[in-house]
């Protein structure tokens, strides 16, 4: 009888790999995404033989995967192997056996030597690791290494974009001795748009002798310029001929050896006693400066996608701690942008914005549990404990290098403009401007959506709340943007 295997992995291609090797080995596969997706699968279909999990995936991670497989009567005894290529540290393994794992195997593994292992696990002598009870107080110390685990790695992506952000500095340097070291090239035209001069350096750019050049009128440059370009030269020369200045125009030359070089031209007219007299233009090759400035851009959106992809991790670790107000960061920082953009603040101040948002409950890591889904109103003692997570999160993010404030907004959202917030009471000007539109969105979404304590309130409350607090509590052009974009504009919390 065909052994079924349970593959959990969000990336679409190890997932496409591993079926098609177990499949061609005569087992039958289970695909999930995620550690939800495959906890219900297996609770729902015939339990699998053996689950075989990548740890780091949206919405639950291997690690949670594993433990709640491990505590549940119907699935604790089915054989649970970690496969990854992001958690290969001795610690990550070490843990990964203590939540009641078989094996720990890191990315990638030849076929045969994975075939080999998992024939070893379903073997008919082989009996699979039957976890122990555990007390109830080891809760909270699987969410401690749990959520170490995380950082570990969250840390090291941060060390990978540091060490990628002076990578590119020394690119930009060296684009910059280049540039600085160039040879430009001068030609100067007489009243007829014959050319006159024409510089040594241009041997060195297009391979062409100044004396091939010499005496030709400018229209013969189109042998040497591409169609498109030539266009854009007699357009130009029309307008230097009316007196005014090209700063920098920007050519495609066909050198000598048929290379095509992007040249920046900058021109100016002649004039003498009133009369226009010809033509300079200074000419600067920029090909090497234009594919730098490609490949900058390239490296750019890399490390962009990278810090996005490591917040968006970071808001799945809050998430997972706090189930009741699972999408509530998402829908804040949209809400929070949403504001920013009709107060037309700076992009730049927008996109700190949505980074600080998505995570801007972070602190709350440091918060049992227990505190968080409380279905009741919480004491003040609780409630004191809770308003820590502001700091708690501030702390955590210190240190990292982002181009935003990031900490600095996470720690201020809940502080007041008339100095009654936390955690240090500060009033007016001395909060952000991104730290109060963040306030006025959170409140917003918070008394809207539902809590544990509490079932929402709507958006009529909330839009009460900041038109009765606005100038007092709240950023009077934060709540004005705020109204005008549910009222006026037709925006939803989704």
Known sequence: MKKTILIVDDNSANLYLLKSLLESSGFDVLEAVNGRDALDMALVHPPPDLILSDILMPVMDGYALCRECKSDERLKYIPFVFYTATFTDAKDEEFALSLGADRFLIKPQEPEILLKVLDEILAA??????????????????????????????????????????????LEEQYRLSFENASDVIITLDAEYTITGVSPSIERMLGYKPQELMGRHYTDLKTIVTPESIKKIFADVNLIRNGDIIAASVYEYVARDGAVKIVEVSSSPVIR?????????????????????????????????????????????????????????????????????????????VDGLRM????????????????????????????????????AGYDILKDIDFPWPIARIIREHHERIDGSGYPNGLTGENVLPESRVLAVADVVEAMASHRPYRPGLGLGPAMDEITKNKGILYDPEAVDACIRLFREKGYRLE
């Open 125 to 170: 002598e082989y009996s699979a690791q039957r976890p122990h009870p555990r007390p109830l107080g080891e809760e909270m110390e699987f969410f401690r290494r749990h959520d170490e685990a995380l950082f570990r790695k969250l840390e090291k992506k941060m060390s990978d974009l540091e060490r990628a952000n002076r990578q590119l500095a020394a």
């Open 273 to 349: 006693d009133g009369r226009f007299a010809g033509l300079i233009a200074i000419a600067r090759d920029i090909t090497e400066r234009r594919q730098m400035d490609r490949e900058r851009q390239e490296n750019f959106d890399r490390l962009r996608k990278s810090l996005e992809a490591t917040v968006r991790a970071m808001a799945v670790t809050v998430e997972t701690r706090d189930p009741y107000t699972a999408g509530h960061q998402r829908r804040v920082a949209g809400l929070a942008c949403a504001i920013a953009e009709e107060m037309r603040l700076p992009t730049e101040q």
């Open 356 to 391: 600080a948002a998505v995570i801007h409950d972070i602190g709350k890591i440091s918060i049992p549990a227990e505190i968080l889904s409380m279905p009741r109103k919480l004491t003040a003692t609780e409630f004191s404990l809770i308003k820590t997570h502001s700091e």
